[in-house]
């Protein structure tokens, strides 16, 4: 590039094009050069452990529970052992909210790091199926070979291996996706029941290993590049502050061929390509931050081994911000970082706030619709409710409830009286009667209290009618009751067909 850094603030006709799309439309294929260095190693190390979490999370029971399951289909939910229902559901809104402005925040001074580091795509496609290929196939101009000489027993004998081991591979990772959703107990009898028994559960396996094999052995990169929505905001998270993989051209620039002579006006990069060769996306990210890099830090190993082939410091490719690399400030840590840092542990505190203190029961209690109070022969006033109890624990409970009111009774109808089974819901009716003399109006709002094992789990509050204190001038008039009215609408009703 001639013209310093200058020019290279105005050569802009990188954008001009993608990366894996040649002139005439057709897809590029890329070999990228096997990487090695200190990141990489870390990557390795952090991949190890990300595989072995992912393979035994779904393993761990906890009370008879998974750790986790995403059953979306009969909508059971269960994070950390505890099973989330339908009514939990602002805690997955919030949940969600929290981690869309987590994500936001985290890219707007983090960047990329969790593409390049965590993200399930990248650990697979670079730790797992690329580490094979290499394996198999050689480096990046021993597959290149490869893919060009015709069909003969080498290729054939290599290839055959290859996708051999990829689709086994999709095919474990297929099993491993599924007991997340599914549960390990019933993919297990999906494997060892008879196949007719599990059509579907089979099917789906299937399924998922060919999408998994379809995109670890063709769709690739393009999976980051073109279908991931995360990727293609990166345009609107980063700015000048973000933390990138970037590359010092202030350092770099006038770049010039190596040579043991002087190098007068030459900057440290040697124009030797290696950034370019080991980029998985096919990028030169001496170009400036893209909208292709997924900051798998392959450049920034490639270039320090160069570094220090030519006795310059590492880093002219290194973790920087746009505005660190312009200016030649050091990247510290700026008050934008420790606010935005502070919003999220904020964020996830709330979260665990909310996770931390729901209800292990909840329960809803509504007056039986159409039917007034009665009056027991000893005086004492009867509402009847229908009553639903959730019981979100892995063990059953003798669900006991109490009024706290002088002389109040609740008795339970059915056999069974409120036994909830562990993780279910009952539906129950009962009678609760209350002295006349506790009743301040017609209508009061009554306290009812669910004890389990010694302990109280909950308090509803219901309403509780009782006769008009009014004096009745008119004839009664039989309740009439609408399907669909709320508890609220049907006492308004009732008390005026009491006047
Ligand atoms: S690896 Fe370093 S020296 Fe070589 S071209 Fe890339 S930036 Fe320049
Ligand atoms: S530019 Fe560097 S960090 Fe970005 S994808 Fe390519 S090799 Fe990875």
Not at 14 to 23: E, L, N, Y
């Amino acid at each position: 590039m001639a013209g310093g850094v200058e020019a290279y603030y105005e050569d802009e006709s990188f954008r001009d094009h993608v990366s894996h799309i040649d002139q005439e439309g057709k897809r590029v294929w890329f070999y990228p050069k096997k990487p090695s260095g200190r990141l990489y190693h870390w990557r390795t190390l952090l991949s190890i452990g990300f595989l072995l979490v992912l393979v035994t999370l779904p393993l761990i029971q906890v009370n008879g529970l998974p750790l986790f399951l995403f059953n979306i289909v009969e909508r059971k939910f269960v994070l950390f052992g505890v099973r989330f229902w339908p009514q939990d559901f602002f805690l997955f809104v919030m949940g969600m909210l929290i981690f869309i402005v987590f994500v936001a925040l985290f890219t707007v001074v983090y960047g990329r790091v969790f593409c390049g580091w965590i993200c399930p795509q990248t650990i697979f496609m670079e730790m797992v199926f690329r580490k094979i290929e290499y394996w198999i196939e050689g480096d990046a101009s021993h597959q290149k070979a490869l893919n060009k000489m015709p069909w003969n027993a080498e290729k054939t004998k290599k290839k055959a291996l290859k996708h051999g081991i990829f689709f086994f591979l999709s095919f474990l990772i297929a099993n491993v996706f599924l007991s997340y959703i599914i549960g390990v107990d019933a993919l297990y009898r999906i494997i060892t029941e008879p196949l007719s028994e599990h059509i579907s559960g089979f099917v789906a396996i299937l399924l998922f290993s060919g999408v998994f094999f379809f995109i670890y052995a063709w769709f690739r990169e393009q999976a980051c590049l073109v279908v991931c929505p995360y990727g293609r905001m990166q345009g609107v998270l980063l700015d000048q502050h973000s933390i990138v993989v970037a590359y010092d051209h202030r350092r770099g620039e006038q770049r010039a061929r190596f040579s043991k002579e002087a190098r007068p006006g030459a900057g440290d990069c040697i124009d030797c390509h290696e950034c370019v060769r080991v980029c998985p996306t096919g990028i030169d990210i001496r170009n400036g931050t893209q909208l292709e890099c997924t900051n798998c830090t392959a450049c920034i190993d490639a270039c320090d081994t160069i570094m220090e082939k030519i006795n310059k410091p590492r880093g002219l490719i290194r973790y920087a911000s746009e505005y660190t690399i312009r200016t030649g400030r050091k990247l510290g840590w700026t008050n934008r970082m420790k606010l935005y840092t502070g919003i999220l542990v904020v964020l996830v505190g709330l979260e665990s706030f909310l996770l931390v203190t729901r209800t292990d029961v909840e329960a809803t209690i509504i007056r039986t619709r159409g039917v007034l109070f009665n009056t027991e022969p000893d005086g004492r006033i009867s509402n009847l409710y229908n009553i639903k109890i959730i019981n979100k624990t892995s063990h059953d409970l003798e669900v006991e409830l109490r009024v706290p009111i002088a002389g109040a009774e609740v008795r339970t109808i059915g056999r069974h009286g409120l036994m909830v089974k562990a993780d279910s819901l009952l539906d129950g009716e009962f009678f609760l009667l209350l002295p006349p003399g506790a009743l301040e109006q017609q209508k009061n709002k009554i306290p009812v209290e669910l004890w389990a094992r010694g302990q109280r789990l909950a308090t509803e509050t219901t309403t509780f009618l009782g006769p008009s204190r009014r004096v009745v001038t008119s004839a009664p008039v039989v309740p009439q009751v609408k399907a669909g009215h709320s508890d609220e609408q049907e006492d308004h009703e009732t008390e005026n067909d009491n006047h």
